[in-house]
T-cell receptor
Framework: SQQGEEDPQALSIQEGENATMNCSYKTSINNLQWYRQNSGRGLVHLILIRSNEREKHSGRLRVTLDTSKKSSSLLITASRAADTSSYFCATVKGSNYQLIWGAGTKLIIKP | DVKVTQSSRYLVKRTGEKVFLECVQDMDHENMFWYRQDPGLGLRLIYFSYDVKMKEKGDIPEGYSVSREKKERFSLILESASTNQTSMYLC???????????FGSGTQLSVL
């Protein structure tokens, strides 16, 4: 079952610009994770933010979490062609760590 | 480097064949997962396992079975392959808290 919903579904920007992707979810969570997937490959974990955190950074990635709005955003600063990929959010909730995936955002960085 | 290895990148099978997809992880993870991914449908969970010989159905278990005889290995079985099982199959593993899933490279299965 899909809880997370990413928007936009697709995003095309120029190299050097910032890219922002959003994820919304429906119920309270333990944490929210972002992954990327290059075409035809497996997913790679990027960053995790816990429900009691509001912002986290990792290199050029910045993730925010607003639990009142049940939403998260992933910002990639100074985008590069190598950032072209699909990005997925996943929420973990409950004592049984139920993991629910969003449908993904396809990001294209134009050189 | 930690690793999740899927036995095949590409597989072509005939309708009605029994198909085995193998997945091995080297991280001593409790959890292992099988997903299928189709364009526009995202990741859908087929089965997962939280321990040896333990398994739980995911969202779309029909037509599939799984086996986990050893902690490091999780097999997905298509008892009688059908064309609607043509898809990308992704295996993943994680610790119990599921704070980071490690994925294999995927198996693109075509059933003709």
């Amino acid at each position: 079952s899909q809880q997370g919903e990413e928007d936009p579904q697709a995003l095309s920007i120029q190299e050097g610009e910032n890219a922002t992707m959003n994820c919304s979810y429906k119920t309270s969570i333990n944490n929210l994770q972002w992954y990327r997937q290059n075409s035809g490959r497996g997913l790679v974990h990027l960053i995790l933010i816990r429900s009691n955190e509001r912002e986290k950074h990792s290199g050029r990635l910045r993730v925010t979490l607003d639990t009142s709005k049940k939403s998260s955003s992933l910002l990639i600063t100074a985008s590069r062609a190598a950032d072209t990929s699909s990005y997925f959010c996943a929420t973990v909730k409950g004592s049984n760590y139920q993991l629910i995936w969003g449908a993904g955002t396809k990001l294209i960085i134009k050189p | 480097d930690v690793k999740v290895t899927q036995s095949s990148r590409y597989l072509v099978k005939r309708t009605g064949e029994k198909v085995f997809l193998e997945c091995v992880q080297d991280m001593d993870h409790e959890n292992m997962f099988w997903y299928r991914q189709d364009p526009g449908l995202g990741l859908r969970l087929i089965y997962f396992s939280y321990d040896v010989k333990m398994k739980e159905k995911g969202d779309i278990p029909e037509g599939y079975s799984v086996s986990r005889e050893k902690k490091e290995r999780f097999s997905l079985i298509l008892e009688s392959a059908s064309t609607n099982q043509t898809s990308m199959y992704l295996c993943a593993s994680s610790s119990l808290a599921r704070e980071k899933l490690f994925f294999g490279s995927g198996t693109q299965l075509s059933v003709l």
